[in-house]
T-cell receptor
Framework: GQNIDQPTEMTATEGAIVQINCTYQ??????LFWYQQHAGEAPTFLSY??LDGLEEKGRFSSFLSRSKGYSYLLLKELQMKDSASYLC??????????WGAGTKLIIKP | GAVVSQHPSWVICKSGTSVKIECRSL??????MFWYRQFPKQSLMLMAT?????????EQGVEKDKFLINHASLTLSTLTVTSAHPEDSSFYIC???????????FGQGTRLTVV
């Protein structure tokens, strides 16, 4: 079966750095996505990786290793507004998005 | 990026009535749209895939006669929850595949409460 694993919850301190991991087992691979979702709102796009390596976009970076079925989202200089759920999703061979359960990130002052 | 508009943002309806939710792609043609349901503290659950001009493909366990999906044009898909019951109360979100096949763009979501 297809499976996306990510931690349920993480806590970090304002100004610090946090890494959210995602491992996946899917039928084929056509890209990995990270989305941010604040409570009661729809997800918003953060990053897209289809090749191995690190993609940097401001305070957020995303890394992919296809051979390991592994990705992480790195958030630097954490701000209180970064408190949200972070969803990892993989697009499989049928171009369907397979979603992880999300990681709730709690930022403390 | 592309914009997907979902309407209404929230709706309260009486048990037994039907509710229609609209999803529009504002600046691109979306041949495929997706409908999700999200219960509190849970991730997105794909309900169905909607292709323009053809019948929607429903995920296992989703009642197609209860959740009617219409994708009559390249910019509009609708989800109608028929004979709604309190257990249908949820957050419904649509998304559209981008023309350049990278990210999926999401509507704002619709909070449905059935009383």
């Amino acid at each position: 079966g297809q499976n996306i694993d990510q931690p349920t919850e993480m806590t970090a301190t304002e100004g610090a750095i946090v890494q959210i991991n995602c491992t996946y087992q899917t039928s084929g691979f056509n890209g990995l996505f990270w989305y941010q979702q604040h409570a009661g709102e729809a997800p918003t796009f953060l990053s897209y990786n289809v090749l191995d390596g690190l993609e940097e976009k401001g305070r957020f970076s995303s890394f992919l290793s296809r051979s390991k079925g592994y990705s992480y989202l790195l958030l630097k200089e954490l701000q209180m507004k970064d408190s949200a759920s972070y969803l990892c999703a993989v697009r499989d061979s049928n171009y369907q998005l397979i979603w992880g359960a999300g990681t709730k990130l709690i930022i403390k002052p | 990026g592309a914009v997907v508009s979902q309407h209404p943002s929230w709706v309260i309806c009486k048990s037994g009535t039907s509710v229609k939710i609209e999803c529009r792609s504002l600046d691109f043609q979306a041949t495929t749209m997706f409908w999700y349901r999200q219960f509190p503290k849970q991730s997105l659950m794909l309900m169905a895939t909607s292709n323009e001009g053809s019948k929607a493909t429903y995920e296992q366990g989703v009642e197609k006669d209860k959740f009617l999906i219409n994708h009559a044009s390249l910019t509009l898909s609708t989800l109608t929850v028929t004979s709604a019951h309190p257990e249908d109360s949820s957050f419904y979100i649509c998304s559209a595949r981008s023309p350049w096949n990278t990210e999926a763009f999401f509507g704002q979501g619709t909070r449905l409460t059935v009383v």
